[in-house]
């Protein structure tokens, strides 16, 4: 028996020694594990979008684990028999984790349960000895597109809103989530060919799949964790300040009293730096000017012929323009003037004022100085 053991020990560590492509998968164990950790002890304004991320590092982590478990001869039974729940976990929680970052207002509700029957069915189908992963796991991939495809809707939908309601996108655009799903897609997508078509492995056996997905963890820990605080999502009366925008079919001309209302929307703008805040967004503004958000918005867009961000930006370049030709101080930089004009994204400035003079904010500043 010794000898058994001791032989069984030997093909254990020769396995170990040479089996390279267990690295990587070891690897998104740990990670996976440690992030998950991290995320859950974080009670910061985002804790339930944490809480989401850290249970799909959490399921990546265990399903690593039984793939690891099985490549060293200690596979599980039930763990084989329901390796698909992990893939139809992913696309709800990802989906999921995307709307509790979008809505300022989310909260877990016993109706998002429904997306996880197909894992319950499994694991009541696993724990009777049953494994129907083999009959369904196309159902896998459909399931993993549809959950992406709606997840990437909902982020295009919060940018049309953030244009409507927010004079900056830069913090709030959330383009590192669409490049989560990218990242989540192009995994999915290899995993495909190396199950239907070609098997995409490096040398020494390394799965291409498992490097993307070490990628798209520390991607997503790093993001998640980063995301920007200063805007906690949108509103559901943001959504219906977008909704009035798609209705409206082309500009119209004012009548008496909303000719009064944009007038006294201009000479407010003109007369007070509030632009000058990167942080104005559509509700502050109406406030300040006693006309309620969707009125507001209605006029600007109606009769202006612009989304808000569009509107705050227009007297956020007429003052960069008389600031760099006209500098307060020597040697004031277009930085200074970008930040003090409300700014706080070099590349939107230059982009948004090439836009409209046709000049970056260099060659202006020298053309007037010269």
């Known amino acids: 028996m010794a000898k058994s053991?001791?032989?069984?020990?030997?093909?254990?560590?020769?396995?170990v020694s040479i089996n390279i492509s267990d690295i990587i998968p070891i690897i998104i164990v740990f990670q996976s594990f440690l992030f998950a950790i991290v995320l859950l002890t974080d009670n910061g304004p985002k804790k339930a979008s944490n809480r989401y991320l850290?249970?799909?590092?959490?399921?990546?982590?265990?399903?690593?684990?039984?793939?690891?478990?099985?490549?060293?001869?200690?596979e599980s039974n039930f763990l084989i028999s329901s390796i698909c729940i992990y893939g139809f976990?992913?696309?709800?929680?990802?989906?999921?984790?995307?709307?509790?970052l979008i809505y300022k207002s989310y909260h877990f509700q016993a109706a998002h349960l429904l997306h996880f029957i197909p894992v319950s069915l499994i694991l009541v189908f696993s724990g009777l000895g049953y494994s129907v992963c083999g009959s369904i796991g196309f159902l896998l991939y459909i399931s993993l597109l549809i959950y992406i495809v709606l997840a990437i809707r909902e982020i295009l939908n919060y940018r049309k809103v953030i244009?409507?309601?927010?004079?900056?996108?830069?913090?709030?655009?959330?383009?590192?989530?669409?490049?989560t799903m990218i990242l989540f897609s192009v995994a999915l997508l290899l995993d495909i060919v190396d199950q239907f078509l070609y098997q995409m492995d490096f040398v020494g056996g390394i799965s291409s799949i498992h490097l993307t997905i070490v990628l798209l963890v520390n991607w997503m820990f790093y993001k998640g964790l980063k995301q920007p605080q200063i805007f906690l999502g949108i509103t559901?009366?943001?959504?219906?300040?977008?909704?009035?925008?798609?209705?409206?079919?082309?500009?119209?001309?004012?009548?008496?009293?909303?000719?009064?209302?944009?007038?006294?929307?201009?000479?407010f703008m003109r007369e007070h730096d509030l632009y000058t805040n990167?942080?104005?967004?559509?509700?502050e503004l109406s406030e300040r000017l006693d006309i309620a958000p969707r009125r507001l918005s209605y006029l600007i867009n109606t009769f202006l012929n612009q989304n808000f961000m569009s509107f705050v930006n227009d007297y956020r370049i007429e003052k960069a323009k008389f600031q760099l030709a006209n500098p307060t101080e020597e040697g004031e930089?277009?930085?200074?003037?970008?930040?003090?004009?409300?700014?706080?994204?070099?590349s939107s400035f230059f982009t948004i004022f090439k836009q409209k003079t046709g000049l970056t904010p260099s060659a202006y500043k020298d053309k007037h100085a010269s």
Do not use: C
């Not at 039984?66 to 200690?74: D, K, Q, R, T």
């Not at 976990?89 to 509790?100: A, D, E, M, Q, R």
């Not at 009366?237 to 500009?251: A, F, G, H, K, Y």
């Not at 930089?333 to 994204?345: A, I, K």
């Open 163 to 179: 244009r409507e309601t927010q004079s900056t996108i830069d913090q709030t655009d959330l383009v590192w989530l669409q490049w």
């Open 333 to 346: 930089t277009v930085l200074e003037v970008m930040y003090d004009v409300g700014f706080n994204s070099k």
């Open 54 to 74: 850290a249970f799909f590092l959490i399921l990546l982590g265990i399903q690593f684990y039984a793939i690891v478990s099985n490549n060293l001869g200690l």
């Open 5 to 15: 053991l001791k032989n069984n020990i030997n093909k254990f560590h020769f396995k």
């Open 278 to 283: 990167p942080q104005l967004n559509l509700k």
């Open 236 to 267: 559901k009366m943001d959504e219906e300040v977008l909704l009035d925008r798609q209705n409206i079919t082309s500009p119209k001309v004012p009548e008496s009293e909303e000719q009064l209302e944009l007038e006294h929307i201009q000479n």
């Open 89 to 100: 976990s992913y696309g709800p929680l990802l989906y999921l984790y995307s709307k509790s």
